[in-house]
């Protein structure tokens, strides 16, 4: 996985996400389209998606995907999954040739179940066995990573402009009721493979357009709960910090949100009481895990999508709605490619999250 030579350009990426949520499923076409449109946000250094309900035959296992720099890792990392799981199925993820993808390493797909003698020893939930089992992984074993780790999901990202990972991955031919896209101009960190977006833990994947400013000051906090930050991008903190939050601490979305991108303090000192205490008291217990710094992402789960701005809308963000689907892009264009005539459309305010949750689902 070649670290690559990049030209900075902070103002750079792209980001879009689709949501039906009803659940249905649709091909990948639509995501590869709309993320195609901002090819000018990109420079070929990298690109990715995330694709959720693409696995039903196997929704209950693990789809572990795998990057490996050579045999060697793949031989090591086997052992290593062999010894804690149950493997159901394992080969390589299905691409096809494209010119303008080179250098790719060694792309493999696992579906697994820990292990129960393992999982009882361990003490441990099986997605926080999971999770610890990705962490060591992506640490101790040389050319090897883990690019996804969830139930009924995956991510499918490299080295080249967006469209052209879609149809190098072959995106056309899955169905999901959710995708994520997202193409990159890398700003501090370089192209690489394993440092395309999205970036993911279990079935939480992060794409992120902007610059993280308090990336030293997150990542000594998450330090404090056993994350290592070993990947060469800021992005691996935000999905860390809502690991943290929301599965591992079960705190609401919502609540997540208003830590990472909180009110300024001058709005703080405006608010009624009782939201100024509350405010105040996030800022004074959380206040290491605020990112400063222009950032829009897009996060999702297995059953909710989420976008979220900086808190002064440094980066863009626009969504809107048709039906039960949701989309949010960087761009408006990229969602009229897709959906000419939406219900609704807007731009969200600096701090305020887009929250889709699949139907039937409380969160």
Not at 162 to 188: S, V
Not at 308 to 329: F, H, Q, T
Request: glycine fraction near 10%.
């Amino acid at each position: 996985m070649l670290r690559e030579k990049y030209e900075r350009v902070p103002s750079g990426c792209a980001v879009s996400g689709i949501m039906d949520r009803s659940g249905r499923r649709f091909s990948g076409n639509d995501i590869i389209q709309s993320i195609a449109l901002m090819r000018e946000r990109s420079n070929g250094l990298g690109g990715g998606f995330a694709a959720y309900g693409i696995y039903p035959e196997y929704k209950d296992h693990y789809a572990f995907h795998m990057f490996y720099d050579d045999e060697q890792a793949r031989e090591t990392s086997e052992r290593f999954l062999n010894e804690h799981f149950n493997i159901a199925e394992a080969g390589p993820i299905p691409n096809t040739k494209v010119s303008s993808i080179n250098n790719e390493p060694i792309i493999w797909r696992y579906f697994a179940l820990p292990k129960e003698e393992k999982l009882t020893s361990s003490g441990l939930s099986s997605d926080e066995f999971v999770a610890q089992c990705v962490i060591n992984l992506n640490k101790r074993i040389d050319g090897a990573f883990v690019v996804s780790s969830g139930k009924n999901m995956g991510a499918f990202k490299g080295v080249g402009y967006p469209e052209d990972i879609g149809e190098f991955y072959q995106l056309y031919n899955y169905e999901g009721y959710m995708w994520t896209a997202h193409g990159r101009f890398p700003t501090n960190t370089p192209g690489w493979w394993g440092g395309a977006h999205p970036f993911t833990l279990l079935d939480l994947s992060v794409v992120h357009n902007g610059e993280l400013s308090s990336y030293g000051a997150n990542r000594h906090y998450l330090n404090e709960f056993g994350y290592e930050c070993t990947m060469q991008t800021d992005t691996e903190v935000v999905a860390y910090l809502l690991d943290l939050f929301v599965r591992r601490q079960g705190m609401p979305l919502e609540t997540a949100c208003k830590i990472m991108a909180p009110p300024m303090w001058d709005e703080i000192e405006r608010m009624p009481d009782g939201n100024k205490a509350f405010y105040t008291a996030l800022r004074a217990v959380y206040g290491k895990a605020m990112m400063n710094g222009p950032f829009s992402i897009i996060v999702a789960f297995n059953n909710v999508m989420l976008a979220l701005n900086d808190r002064i809308k440094l980066r863009p963000l626009v969504a809107a709605e048709k039906g039960d689907v949701l989309y949010v892009s960087s761009e408006e264009s990229a969602i009229v490619e897709i959906c000419a005539n939406p219900d609704r459309i807007w731009a969200p305010r600096a701090g305020e999250p887009v929250i889709g949750v699949l139907e039937g689902v409380k969160v």
